[in-house]
């Protein structure tokens, strides 16, 4: 259960999920799931009684009385995850939320082409940097999954019970820490035509791969599409214009958070 939003920010990315759909069902799920065993460790404290589980399969009721160390653990457990899913609800709600963003006053097709070619020229090292930067959390993050899973491996079948509860805390807080990291050192991607993100997971009016305004942003179930480039990207794409202001910015393109 530990692993489990650990597991999924390593497939999803950890920045900006793919879209704001995304984050706002990972957050729901959080807030129940934190409320649920919020519940329960009250509870637990309240009644005195908890269930405390050796195994995935087998569970005891243990009392504060009958046997104090497996009340503790099982209470501390329900505590610890409460906050862990409480804690990632609001660094999902945050980066979900992107930021509203700044009005186009000018389109591609009204700059010069001069003013066009400055752009890419100025927005060249930021996508150098952005790239280094999502390549190396990349690197940090698959090393950091490993150590965990080997931890965790250990833990379960080597380690007496009272240490397993401090390797899943610090597994837990170098998670966090690691999430934390990884938003602050993230370099600002943005358009210097109209100074909007890029990478906030939002569409605007154009089609971030070809700049086309031929673009369909999708609703809250359906996928955008661009009918010039007949792309969907309903998993990954290249940033290659901006969505808002439809500036042609980088040739190669840029993986949008969502697939790498
Ligand atoms: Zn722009
Ligand atoms: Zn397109």
Redesign the pocket.
């Known amino acids: 259960m530990l692993s489990l939003p650990l597991l999924f920010s390593l497939r999803r990315g950890w920045r900006a999920p793919h879209t704001r759909r995304f984050a706002s069902f990972w957050v729901i799920f959080l807030v129940a799931s934190g409320g649920l065993t919020a519940y329960r460790a009250i509870s637990y404290e309240i009644t005195g009684k908890a269930i405390y589980s050796t195994s995935r399969f087998s569970h005891e009721e243990v009392t504060r009385q009958s046997s104090p160390t497996n009340f503790r653990r099982a209470t501390n457990m329900a505590w610890g995850w409460t906050g862990f899913c409480f804690l990632s609800a609001v660094i999902y709600m945050r980066k979900g939320s992107g930021g509203a963003h700044k009005n186009v006053v000018k389109v591609a097709s009204e700059y010069s082409e001069e003013e066009l070619a400055r752009f890419r020229e100025v927005f060249a090292p930021q996508a150098t940097r952005y790239r280094r930067y999502a390549r190396r959390s990349h690197v940090l993050f698959a090393i950091f999954g490993a150590i965990a899973l080997i931890v965790a491996y250990l833990a379960a079948t080597h380690f007496p019970n009272a240490l397993v509860d401090w390797v899943c805390g610090l597994l837990v807080l170098g998670y966090l820490a690691m999430i934390g990291y990884s938003w602050r050192s993230q370099p600002l991607l943005e358009c210097p035509g109209c100074q909007n993100r890029l990478d906030s997971g939002a569409f605007g009016r154009h089609?971030?791969?070809?700049?086309?305004p031929?673009?369909v942003p999708g609703g809250w179930l359906g996928s955008p599409k661009?009918?010039?480039?007949?792309?969907t990207m309903h998993r990954g794409y290249k940033i290659r214009a901006c969505t808002h202001c439809g500036v042609m910015l980088h040739e190669r393109g840029i993986w949008s958070s969502s697939s790498f």
């Open positions: 089609c971030p791969q070809c700049g086309s031929q673009f661009c009918t010039v480039c007949s792309e």
